[in-house]
């Protein structure tokens, strides 16, 4: 088909980079579009394109849903699937971007967006996670996301920030035990405070909570609990991703 390779290359950049309103007709003429009707595939997607990296997420995703339901067999099509989860993403609609791309790395295994893709997937978890004191599966199914794509990519340009990521994440999920635990404590349920305790030192003995965890522990055991309000200083959210980088 006469436009598949600017397809192909159009994943892989805009998974990537987002073209400023300024270079953006520069930037397709560059990849070989035409001037064309807005009701054609390759009009639609152009108008999507222009909708999104406007950052009108709504209206590109109407686009994008309109080429797909219009033509479905278009040479666009890709495009349009992968922009229709990005768009949904952009609008905090989480569980229904995880279905996009879920169907899009099923039915595309071996597309060359499948690395960010299954980013997105993780993202779509990450997000959702909250404060301490609720839901924690969120955070769980993140890093479970998380890890496949760098089982699958150890190497790619993403790596670096998922590692730090899911770090953010188990710092998240030990942060969640603690106050679990000090809950247990302040109601002089001691042997429940412990096996909490013992479980986030099992799970996530490298998280930034650890070490006073064992201190907490160390004085239930001994029968000295601290008998006062643990909380004062401990995170309610997930903390800064980006305390988890290497340093330069």
């Keep these: 088909m006469k436009h598949k390779h600017l397809i192909m290359c159009l994943l892989m950049l805009l998974v990537t980079v987002t073209a400023t309103g300024c270079s953006k007709d520069r930037f397709m003429s560059s990849l070989g579009f035409r001037p064309s009707s807005a ?115 150890p190497n790619s340009p993403y790596s670096e920030e998922i590692r730090a990521r899911i770090m953010a994440a188990r710092n998240f999920l030990a942060n969640h035990e603690y106050y679990v635990a000090s809950f247990y404590e302040r109601t002089y349920a001691y042997e429940e405070a412990k096996a909490r305790l013992e479980y986030l030192l099992r799970q996530y003995p490298d998280t930034i909570i650890a070490p006073k965890a064992e201190m907490l522990l160390y004085d239930l055991r001994n029968d000295n609990p601290p008998g006062r309000t643990l909380l004062g200083w401990l995170p309610k959210s997930l903390p800064d991703w980006e305390d988890f980088t290497p340093d330069d």
């Design 39 to 153: 009701d054609t595939p390759e009009g639609l997607a152009l108008k999507g394109l222009d909708y999104f990296n406007s950052g009108k997420y709504e209206k590109a995703r109407r686009s994008f849903e309109t080429l797909l339901n219009q033509y479905p067999f278009s040479e666009y099509s890709l495009l349009a699937e992968l922009k229709t989860a990005d768009s949904n993403y952009y609008l905090k609609n989480y569980e229904e971007a995880l279905l996009l791309y879920r169907d899009f790395e099923e039915h595309h295994p071996t597309n060359e967006a499948i690395p960010y893709v299954m980013l997105q997937i993780g993202m779509c978890y990450y997000n959702q996670i909250d404060k301490i004191d609720r839901d924690s599966s969120p955070a769980t199914n993140a890093i479970y996301s998380f890890s496949r794509q760098l089982q699958a990519f």
